[in-house]
């Protein structure tokens, strides 16, 4: 019995490192740039923001966030109405197609990352994964800028 | 009689232009604007846990905008644009005060506001009050709010993004909408605070 549990964990090992250069390959379709993350107080929510660019053939399809920082981490757009009155909904998938680039920026879309664990820190820096439609999760690392910061730049 | 007919038709074009005239200054009257301050009649408590209210800010230009601080987004961005237009007017707009209303007073206690404005400009105050001093206050304001979600934790406020300029006789200046160009806002502030008073 000892014997077969010690196959079965070897054998889940073998098989999650085959797995995993493959999941870094399809991860790196799309590329990052200019991450950052504003600053945040206490509890309250937090902000990341990020450009993306789809490098591969074909479309890529982000479906969320996962970070361990937050209870809850979703893909979020701020809109304005004609009447200046702004408003806050979850964003469902972004498709990219090929060659496409997205920003997330202040004003427009942002990664939420709701019940944070702890407040981040300026000059700290808090990950984020991207999920995608296929299945490939890719880490990326946002440095965190002040709460006053209106771009990567600061 | 010709020339009573030419009367009658000068008088016909009269009434016309008249009616011209009505009918556009009725297409065309600008939507409701901000009451004066002097006009406006709530009260709150500022971060620092004093009484204040809007006959408070006579005497000095005022930027007035709506908020809360569990906004990640909007409000910081918001309060970093007044931070840098007061930084570039300098002395211009040394006596300006900037009240950031709390559209979220359950969560945003004085105590909340203070930790939040001493991210900014040392001019900005953070005001909150009960929820009929604030709905007096947006009403005055000719503005909006709105709570979206019933979670206890995560809901989140819609509100008017845009910041209200006053003079420093309480009259309304002008607003300033959410994410207009820095060469289109220190403009019209500037102009506000040179303006005779109305």
């Known amino acids: ?154 | 009689m010709r020339i009573l007919s030419y009367l009658g038709a000068g008088v016909a074009a009269a009434v016309f232009m008249l009616a011209v005239g009505w009918w556009r200054s009725v297409q065309t009257s600008p939507p409701d604007l901000p009451l004066r301050l002097g006009q406006m009649a709530f009260e709150m408590t500022d971060h620092r846990g004093n009484r204040v209210t809007p006959q408070d800010l006579l005497g000095s230009p005022a930027m007035l905008f709506l908020g809360y601080t569990y906004c990640p987004d909007v409000c910081p961005t918001t309060l970093s644009d007044i931070t840098d237009w007061l930084e570039a007017l300098g002395d211009t707009a040394r006596d300006m005060r900037v009240v950031f209303i709390t559209v979220d007073p359950s969560r945003d206690t004085p105590e909340a506001m203070a930790e939040y404005v001493s991210y900014f400009d040392p001019r900005v105050e953070g005001w909150s009050g009960t929820k009929g001093n604030l709905d007096r206050a947006v009403a005055a304001l000719r503005a909006r709010y709105e709570r979206v979600g019933d979670d206890l934790e995560e809901y989140a406020m819609n509100h008017t993004a845009n910041v209200f300029l006053f003079r420093s006789d309480g009259s309304y200046a002008t607003s300033i909408d959410y994410h207009e160009p820095r060469e289109f806002a220190l403009p019209k502030v500037r102009r506000a605070l040179n303006e005779p008073m109305k």
């Open chain 1, 1 to 154: 019995m000892a014997l077969d549990m010690k196959t079965v964990l070897i054998a889940s090992v073998l098989g999650l490192f085959s797995v995993l250069p493959l999941m870094a390959e399809q991860a790196s379709q799309v590329t990052v740039t200019e991450p950052w993350a504003r600053a945040s107080i206490g509890s309250r929510p937090a902000a990341v923001y990020l450009a993306l660019t789809n490098t591969s053939q074909a479309p890529a399809t982000l479906t969320g966030l996962k970070a361990d920082a937050a209870g809850h981490a979703s893909i979020h757009r701020t809109s304005t109405d004609a009447n200046g009155v702004s408003s806050m909904a979850p964003v469902g998938e972004i498709i990219l197609a090929p060659g496409e680039s997205i920003k997330l920026e202040p004003g427009g879309l942002h990664g939420m990352l709701m019940q944070m664990n702890a407040p981040l820190k300026k000059g700290t820096s808090v990950d984020v994964t991207l999920v995608f439609s296929d299945g490939t999760e890719q880490p990326v690392e946002f440095p965190v800028l002040g709460i006053a910061a209106k771009g990567p730049e600061g």
